[in-house]
């Protein structure tokens, strides 16, 4: 794959800290028009490789290239492509929502009173973006932090908590601008949340960073191969026998009424079935559950207790 496919190519980045290496020879690429979520538990480098990303903290070793174009030796010019919240938005309490965009515009070249005005539509500020700041709940302030990381329109967002402090509509009406934003303007979208349902239902991909390393990237909708084991439900009648024929096939299970949950590869259903169907047992309905984005992410840090930071 050609460069010129990826917004953002990290490469072999190293990033210490005094004696201590935070970020160890960590690799990964971004596509244009792609959600892609960059998770991590507390402490594995994720704020610091953000940091870097946008220009905040220099690399000891490697490069990040942002359209083909070094961050390291193109600063100035290439930060100019990217927007960013880290963390919570910067902005001016005693201000309006509108006025503060307009700091903002100053700070920046070509930005028109049409592009205020469309970026507050887009994240849905207009009947109150004329109240000052101080008066908005956090989740208008995360809406107004967006509307001011897109006004320059950057070809890589950058959102750390996005949906922080938004009701559950306010979340679906971020998560769509941030989908529509990749798909309809083909913007790279990279963003970190502790909610991890949310995560999965966003983002096209995601990397697990932990302890300075990139351990895994992956779709978020890979597919489970037939060999993977995951838990299956199986309703059966009667469950006497059906508890019956596990015990004597060695095959653990938990029960709640007629309903058996087994771990068991997708493969070996059919031959299972047979055997259930041979014994005289009624088979209602068999369910493979879904693996999600979050025991993945448990599985692969292998760390059940840890909040994604």
Known sequence: MESQQYSLEVTNLHKKIGKKE???DLNFTVNKGEVFGFLGPNGAGKTTTIRMIVGLTTPTEGDIKVLGKSVVQNR??????????????????FLSGYENLKQFARMQNGITKADI??????????SRINDKVKKYSLGMRQRLGLAQALLHKPKILILDEPTNGLDPAGIREIRDYI???????????????????????MCDRFGIIKNGKMVQIEEVNQAVTSDTIVKHTLDLYPAERAQVFFKRIGKQYHQEGDT???????????????KIVK????????TKEKVSLEDRFMNITNDGGVHIG
């Open 279 to 286: 014994d005289d047992i009624d088979i209602y309905s068999v």
């Open 76 to 93: 100035s010019e290439v930060i100019k492509e990217i927007g960013a919240i880290v963390e919570n938005p910067e902005l001016y309490p």
């Open 22 to 24: 935070i970020i160890k």
């Open 117 to 126: 005005d469309g970026v507050v539509k887009l994240v849905g500020l207009e």
């Open 260 to 274: 058996f949950t087994i771990d068991i590869a997708s493969k070996d259903i059919p031959e299972l079935i047979r």
């Open 179 to 201: 989908k529509k934003l990749a798909k309809e303007e083909n913007m790279s979208v990279i963003v970190s949340s502790h909610l991890m349902s949310e995560m999965e239902l």
